[in-house]
Nanobody, 124 residues
Framework: VQLQASGGGLVQAGESLRLSCAAS????????MAWFRQAPGKEREFVAA????????SYSDSVKDRFTISRDNVKNMVYLQMNLVKPDDSALYYC??????????????????WGQGTQVTVSS
């Protein structure tokens, strides 16, 4: 499975941005998906996750009520809609996939596949 993240860029605080992650392979609809991010000098952290069916989502406290994760199992895509962005949201954003109808998790160790990351920079 290959994951290709895109959609990052430079935005001002308070604006919106949508990240996309394209997945290869026929089994995408069985994968739990997630977004993580890593800012310079910091550890990678969980942002959001979505179940294989799309019926359940979870978010970190720092993005809850501002970000929305969604997926399209026909197009093999997962999205992260980022609203009201803040300078603290600046980071390299990664999408990740968990095989075999895996449950949602904020633990990066359970994810089997990772994309290359897309940079988000929020100016104040």
């Amino acid at each position: 499975v290959q994951l290709q993240a895109s959609g990052g860029g430079l935005v001002q605080a308070g604006e919106s941005l949508r990240l996309s992650c394209a997945a290869s392979g026929r089994a995408f609809s069985t994968y739990g998906m997630a977004w993580f991010r890593q800012a310079p000098g910091k550890e990678r952290e969980f942002v959001a996750a979505i179940s294989w069916s799309g019926g359940s989502q979870s978010y970190s406290d720092s993005v809850k009520d501002r970000f929305t994760i969604s997926r399209d199992n026909v197009k093999n895509m997962v999205y992260l809609q980022m609203n009201l962005v803040k300078p603290d949201d600046s980071a390299l954003y990664y999408c990740a996939a968990r095989r075999g109808y895996g449950r949602m998790s904020s633990d990066e160790g359970v994810y089997d596949y990772w994309g290359q990351g897309t940079q988000v920079t929020v100016s104040s």
